[in-house]
Each structure stands twice: as C-alpha cells, then as structure tokens.
C-alpha cells in the first residue's frame, strides 16, 4: 500500500458567506499523479488555497504525511516538501529569470546542488536559458508559466501543487506545459493537478475527481474517467 502524502477530509471554505467549498474529501498517495478537475467556478483553485495556506477553512481536516498542517504559512510547507505553482503564475515580474529561479531556492543553503538544479531547469526550459537576465514580467504567458514552475522545482518538492497550467496558453504552449507535467512525475515527484483541461489532465493522471459547485461528484483511475459519458458530455464537449 502506497505512502499518503495528501489527505483533505471534511473541507469547506466560504467566501463572504458563499460556501464555495462544501465539504470534501480526496487523497494524493506518493509517487502518484492525481488530477482535479471541473469547470470554471466549481471550487479547484479554493481547494487548492485552502491546503497551501493562502485561505482560511471553516472546517475540515487537511494532512501533509501524517500530520495537520490547516493554516500554516507557505514558508513551513516549503520547507516540508510541498510547493505550488499557483493560477495565474506569481512571478516576481520585476527580477530576471535567474533571480526568480533562485528565490525557488531559498529554503537550501546546497550552493553546488542550486548550481546543477539551475542547470536542469534550463534543460527542462530552453528558452529560459536563452532569456535568462531578461525580466520575468516582460516575458509571454507561456513563458511565465516555465518559470514559475521551474522555481517550484528548485525547492525540490516532494510534492507539487499545479494550479491551472494551461490556462491562456497557446496550444504549443499547452504541449509544452504537459510535456514538463509527465517528465517531473516521471522523475518521481508526485502531483497534484488542478485543470479545466480535462481531457489532457485525465489522460496523464493516475486518479482523477471530479468537482462541480463546491463537491467532489466523481473519482476514479484517470483513464475510466476519460471514458465516461458523463464526463466526456459535461467537460469534453461529447
């Protein structure tokens, strides 16, 4: 039986008096990629505030191995293992691509290890290294998306927490961003995907939920998701 690194329990999270969160349980066990998927509006991205500390919750249980880490600050999680890249990417826009990919890094004082992640990143993103003094706010969506993801992955996450990826990329970029989502599971980092790309999140995931108006309406293997009726009709279009 695999390790639980992630478990929610009993959630709800309200939002000046609107429930936006209504009372959910789900579990991401190690070495696992699982998604969370629904549509605009449907409670992902308060899910996903509510474990890493950004939103306060009414009530509900959240687990980092083993232990209850509800409220705590995004600098503990870090230094735990857990780091999100969040909707709408949070770049510092006003430093270059190296100063972001260092701050990554500030919980490590590894200098040689920070020298050969760095590296790795600009092996993952190419085109970071091409731009590498240039500043992060003047790069594209796509862009920006790499670096935040790539600064996530200088802490040397145990666990990674991908808040809607794909979201205003251009397809390429949506390949792309995908691409890096399979290679970094595949190097054992376990993740927890939140998209409304369901098509391409279930196609990848090992699990999937299904979210709609605050609860959790479906779960299963990734692949029998994607097979659904239900689904393909609500979220692919079928």
Known sequence: MSTTLLKVKGLKVAYGGIQAVKGIDFEVHEAELVTLIGSNGAGKTTTMKAVTGTQPLNAGLIEYMGHSIAGQGTWDLVKKGLAMVPEGRGV??????????????????????????????????????????????????????????????????????LDEPSMGLSPIMVDKIFEVVRDVYAQGVTVLLVEQNASRALAIANRGYVMESGLITMTGPGKELLADPKVRAAYLGE
């Open 92 to 161: 510092f826009t006003r430093m270059s691509i190296i100063e972001n990919l260092k701050m990554g890094a500030y919980i490590r004082t590894d200098t040689a290890g920070i020298a050969n992640d760095m590296e790795k990143m600009f092996n993952i993103f190419p085109r970071l290294r091409e731009r590498k003094d240039q500043l992060a706010g003047t790069m594209s969506g796509g862009e920006q998306q790499m670096l935040a993801m790539g600064r996530a992955l200088m802490s040397r996450p145990k666990v990674l927490l």
